[in-house]
């Protein structure tokens, strides 16, 4: 065995990453995960832009997630100019942001975890092992597909929510149209949970984690002002910079936060630790899998993204419900007149708790950014468990122990391309 073992680059995930384990003898020593994507840049992007045109530019930061970029980017906008929404545009930015779970959670159930399970090389690898789990898969995805086409306005980088409001309200036939494809695939849904339910643990158990997630007075599970932590720690998201202070690190492009000195850990498994609201069949299934979910490790976080599938089906057809009993008159953006000041926002993106703050002058120009993603966040955290682990498998087969790194890497679900956006001066 080398001085160190390299995963270069690491497969089935989000942008470019390579994790290096150093070894003294037989013993792991330290772990470095480099997210290797360039950097992007996108705060600097956003300086000297209107209000109006920040969420467009700052969605472009990720294809997959450009929608709860784009809600959370409006979120920020809205609380530094003081405009209130309509409940309408409410439940339409609810609407698509379950929709982008339905989307995300499947694409990395099915396409990049799954394989794994079958010792497939990749989904298309999986379409010759299993190919109608597959197609399970793709078919709740191509419904996470349509709503963000129906209410966004197209596949990614949405353009019909805007600030203040909707840009184009979805007429009752539309919504219907999603009424029929979320009841049909909530079976598909109970049938994923159950599916990442009946495997086991993928190696040694790993130190307990310290989980953080959004919480609020909102009816919606993703959205709030307030971030908990599963040590019985609170603070207002608006306070993100002390309490998630940021460091540069030499071996990556992203930067690292931590929450007093502590990793912790951020995504499906962690809302479901720190307590979210959970719909019917959704809880019903997180009580059958509870021992699996509550003080397990990452590894426990496909089985939650499972649960979370249900979690946002359901929660789909309740805001299409409300929706449909809304009057048919047009619900227009609210007029903004623009002023100096300063606002941030905080959501749950399918990978975990996402911040987004902004400050603009008296024209509504922007005159800073900071964007805090939920890989950036979860790095800390992935490090540590990668030495931990590591050291759980010494003396293991070097092709065993690189499976292993990089299963736990991916239930992670980590998206690098928009973790690395920083500024070398």
């Known amino acids: 065995m080398s001085n160190v073992i390299e995963i270069k680059p690491l497969t089935r995930v989000e942008g470019h990453g390579i994790a290096r384990v150093y070894m003294d003898g037989k013993r792991a020593e330290r772990v470095e995960l480099a997210l290797t994507e360039p950097p992007r840049l996108f705060e600097a992007l956003l300086l000297g832009k209107s209000f109006e045109e920040v969420p467009e530019i700052i969605c472009r930061i990720c294809s997959l997630c450009s929608t709860i970029h784009r809600v959370t980017s409006l979120l920020a906008v809205e609380n530094a100019l003081g405009i209130d929404v309509s409940e309408e545009t409410r439940l339409y930015r609810e609407l698509i942001v379950n929709g982008g779970h339905i989307q995300s959670h499947a694409l990395h159930l099915f396409c990049l975890a799954l394989p794994d399970y079958y010792n497939a090389a990749s989904f298309a690898d999986l379409a010759t092992h299993a ?84 919480q609020g007075e909102t009816s919606s599970p993703l959205f709030g002002d307030r971030l908990d932590l599963s040590n019985g720690r609170s603070f207002m998201a608006s306070n993100y910079r002390e309490a998630l202070p940021e460091k540069v690190i030499g071996h990556s492009y992203a930067k690292q936060s931590r929450f007093e000195g502590e990793a912790v850990i951020v995504g499906a498994l962690a809302r479901l630790n720190v307590g979210m609201g959970l719909t019917t069949m959704a809880n019903q ?82 005159t800073a950014a900071d964007i805090i993603t939920p890989t950036a966040i979860n790095q800390a955290a992935m490090e540590r468990d990668l030495l931990a682990l590591a050291r759980e498998m010494e003396g293991a087969d070097e092709a065993e122990l690189k499976l292993k790194l990089e299963m736990l890497v991916r239930a992670y679900d980590p998206c690098i391309s928009c973790a690395v956006h920083l500024v070398r001066l």
């Not at 709503?147 to 979805?170: A, C, D, S």
């Not at 021992?291 to 499972?306: C, F, P, V």
Request: hydrophobic share 45%; with cysteine.
């Open 131 to 214: 190919p109608e789990l597959l197609k399970l898969g793709l078919r709740i995805k191509g419904v996470g597909n349509l709503i963000q086409e129906t209410v966004g306005g197209r596949l990614i980088h949405p353009v019909n929510i805007v600030p203040g409001g909707m840009g184009k309200r979805v007429n009752h036939a539309g919504l219907r149209e999603l009424q029929v494809a979320l009841e049909t695939i909530l079976p598909d849904t109970i049938e994923a949970c159950n599916l990442f339910a009946s495997f086991a643990v993928p190696g040694p158990p790993l130190p307990r984690s310290i989980f953080m997630a959004v």
């Open 285 to 366: 299934a997180f009580l059958d899998a509870r021992e699996k979910l509550i003080d397990t490790d990452i590894r426990g976080n496909n089985l939650a993204q499972a649960i979370e599938l249900i979690l946002a089906v359901e929660c789909s057809l309740e805001i299409i419900a409300t929706l449909l009993s809304f009057e048919t008159k047009p619900d227009r953006p609210v007029s903004i007149a623009p002023r100096k000041g300063s606002g941030s926002a905080a959501t749950e993106a399918p990978r975990g708790v996402l911040i987004h703050s902004y400050s603009f002058d008296n024209r509504g120009f922007c």
